[in-house]
């Protein structure tokens, strides 16, 4: 609630404490928050390390956003020695799960070859998932690659 200001006004200190109380108690969800403000120093100072820590042990619970979330840090060396093949991992995990952010992610990767051998069909496989989940830059690059025609 404090975290999107959702019936209360926001308020990332409040957030960040109580996602702490919840993570500490197993809460996956929770967990994932709490990566989120140590990632973007929400509520407290930046710092990576806690972030991953915490998207981590969300991860163990099969949470996919906290799947995706670390991903993202392999991807772009945020917090972490860049590595595609971790990436591709971390995005594969949460697809399966019906995360369209990872599933777009992935069609991205295998439409430039990032990691992965580039696979155009496999691209559109993935970026069409993401799309059908909703996801609107997955949408976009679909017409912008015309992936269509694979």
């Not at 200190?13 to 993570?23: D, R």
């Not at 990632?39 to 990576?48: A, D, H, I, S």
């Not at 691209?123 to 996801?135: E, H, L, P, T």
Request: hydrophobic share 40%; net charge positive.
């Amino acid at each position: 609630m404090y975290f999107k200001g959702q019936g209360i006004q926001l308020d990332y200190k409040q957030a960040f404490y109580w996602f702490s109380k919840a993570a500490q108690q197993g809460n996956a969800v929770a967990q994932h928050g709490l990566g989120v403000c140590y990632m973007r120093g929400l509520g407290t100072e930046v710092n990576k390390y806690k972030s991953l820590h915490w998207w981590q042990e969300s991860a163990k619970q099969d949470y996919p956003p906290a799947k995706t979330a670390i991903g993202s840090m392999y991807f772009h060396g945020d917090g972490v020695v860049k590595s595609y093949s971790e990436a591709l991992t971390w995005y594969y995990a949460a697809a399966k799960q019906g995360d369209a952010e990872a599933q777009y992610m992935l069609g991205l990767m295998y439409y430039d070859g990032l990691g992965v051998k580039a696979d155009n069909s496999l691209s559109a496989f993935w970026v069409k998932k993401a799309m059908d989940n909703g996801n609107a830059d997955a949408a976009s690059f679909w017409k912008e690659k015309e992936l269509w025609k694979y």
